[in-house]
């Protein structure tokens, strides 16, 4: 058999991230994000993965749910990161349609092969006690139900900081540049669990 380039690539097991503007690169270089910057550690430690970023900004989990299987068909993911679910509340979208919504998306996940991994948010204070911690349950409750990985907080570290101003561009909403080698961080030891073996 003969070899072409890129044929050993295409091998390669991908870790497909569905995503919103956190995972997009809203705002910043090309390259510099954190999807961007977990691929770089992957080539580092030598493992033979694929990261595909399908992240689009101000993306909701009907918009996440909507275009999952295609990209399950087309990248048969190894691991699937799903990191939505945060625009669904700044819309004030009921809290059921979320849940029923990343539920589907692990199903969806699971039954394509892939292991899951959902990334958890919480909302500012402003919303409430109330609201927040019915926003948080959403994510372990999806995430016990699932039987998915999860990372309880995805922006631990660069929110709830001492000085979380200095880690989000003007807007302060989406995470500077300096904040995505944190976010990353956070993302890496309930990822690296659910990695196929080298």
Known sequence: ???????????????????????????????????????????????????????????????????LPALLAQHRPAVLVLELGGNDALRGLPLEMTRANLAAMARAGREAGARVLLLGMEMPPNYGARYAADFRRVFTDVARQEATG????????????????????????????????QMRDNVWPELRKLLPRR
């Open 1 to 67: 058999m003969g070899f072409w380039p890129g044929a050993q690539a295409a091998t390669e097991p991908v870790v497909l991230v569905l995503g919103d503007s956190l995972s997009a690169e809203y705002g910043l270089r090309r390259g510099s994000g954190w999807v961007a910057l977990l691929s770089a550690q992957l080539a580092q430690e030598r493992r033979a993965l694929r990261v595909v970023n399908a992240s689009v900004s101000g993306d909701t989990t009907s918009g996440g749910r909507s275009r």
């Open 150 to 181: 999860l990372v309880p907080f995805f922006l631990r570290g660069v929110a709830d900081g001492p000085n979380p101003v200095a880690l989000f561009q003007a807007d302060r909403i989406h995470p500077n540049e300096q904040a995505q080698a």
